[in-house]
């Protein structure tokens, strides 16, 4: 498994030289828990994760939990950006806005215990 985290380029029809503003407040204790787990690479220059696992890339956007939705759990639309909509409607790829370590692991099928 490898994973990537920070600023990145992007091409293509996507915008060019796009950079993450900042890191939301849980993503430095998602980076540390997923660096602990065995095979797991972990490299600045990316927005905010790009994980591979078995082959698969699965690339996500992390939002600090008081962008959560007490009464649903999941992220609540008026916290995500314009582009981060436009990519989920449109990235023909993984594309996910998460906001915990369990809800990534969930996705990829990889168990941290």
């Given at each position: 498994?490898?994973?990537?985290?920070?600023?990145?380029?992007?091409?293509?029809?996507?915008?060019?030289?796009?950079?993450?503003?900042?890191?939301?407040?849980?993503?430095?204790?998602?980076?540390?828990?997923?660096?602990?787990?065995?095979?797991?690479?972990?490299?600045?220059?990316?927005?905010?994760?790009?994980?591979?696992?078995?082959?698969?890339?699965?690339w996500f956007e992390i939002k600090?939990?008081l962008a959560v939705s007490k009464?649903?759990?999941?992220?609540?639309?008026?916290?995500?950006?314009?582009?981060?909509?436009?990519?989920?409607?449109?990235?023909?790829?993984?594309?996910?806005?998460?906001?915990?370590?369990?809800?990534?692991?969930?996705?990829?099928?990889?168990?941290d215990k």
């Amino acid at each position: 498994m490898q994973i990537l985290i920070g600023n990145c380029r992007y091409g293509n029809n996507l915008s060019k030289n796009r950079f993450a503003a900042r890191n939301d407040a849980n993503q430095s204790e998602i980076v540390k828990i997923l660096r602990s787990i065995p095979g797991v690479t972990v490299a600045t220059g990316h927005d905010d994760i790009l994980i591979g696992v078995s082959g698969r890339t699965y690339w996500f956007e992390i939002k600090s939990k008081l962008a959560v939705s007490k009464k649903t759990g999941k992220v609540l639309e008026s916290a995500k950006k314009q582009g981060q909509k436009n990519l989920e409607a449109t990235w023909t790829g993984h594309y996910a806005i998460v906001s915990s370590l369990d809800e990534i692991l969930e996705i990829i099928g990889v168990d941290d215990k």
